[in-house]
């Protein structure tokens, strides 16, 4: 048997939910696919969990997935995928931070005058949707959340408060964000 028919053979008994196949990809692919995303990200702790994202939503959806390159080809490109959309993550994440060191910075000019009561409802309509949106988390995505952007606490300190990982606290900032973008697409965009 070739390489080849070995791998279609493994790509099928993961469809198949096959949880030693899914191991033995995992075991295979895990350090090289990590090697290749810390180089895209620069970043080794990140790119683990970029790996460890793939693999976990690759589990998660083995019954539906469709390859029609070769494996690694495909595992390569789904690292190479998520590598980018965690560099616009960071992207995005690092422009809030510049807003909000803005805001706070010239929190004056951001007050709504009383004699502007357009300025005033519009003020508190977008406090209200942003509110409603971080509400709408999930809890413990909402939780991690509010402890790295209202309370600023580091993702260690979060990690230990909440006896969780780092990589969890990651994850759930990336949730967050991804959920918030969603909500509050439109207050963005004007």
């Known amino acids: ?18 949880k030693k196949t899914f191991e033995w990809m995992f075991k295979a692919y895990y350090r090289g696919l990590c090697f290749y995303a810390e180089g895209i990200v620069g970043e080794k702790e990140a790119a683990e969990e970029i790996v460890s994202d793939f693999f976990m939503k690759l589990w ?32 995005v994440l690092n422009k809030y931070r510049g807003y909000g060191r803005y805001m706070a910075t010239n929190h004056d000019l951001f007050q709504p005058q009383a004699d502007q009561p357009l300025s005033m409802l519009i003020s508190r309509e977008t406090v ?24 600023g606490l580091s993702y260690q300190e979060i990690a230990e408060k909440l006896d969780i990982s780092i990589n969890t606290v990651r994850t759930q900032i990336t949730r967050a964000m991804t959920k918030l973008r969603e909500s509050l697409g439109k207050l963005i965009k004007n």
């Open 1 to 18: 048997m070739s390489e080849f028919d070995s791998v279609n053979i493994a790509v099928k008994e993961l469809k198949d939910g096959n």
């Open 60 to 91: 998660e959806n083995h019954e539906i997935i469709h390859i029609t390159t070769s494996l690694q080809a495909y595992l390569y490109k789904g690292i190479y995928n998520n590598s980018l959309k965690y560099l616009e993550h960071i992207k």
């Open 128 to 151: 209200a949707e942003i509110e409603n949106a971080i509400d709408a988390l999930p809890a413990q995505c909402k939780e991690v959340f509010s402890l790295a952007r209202l309370e």
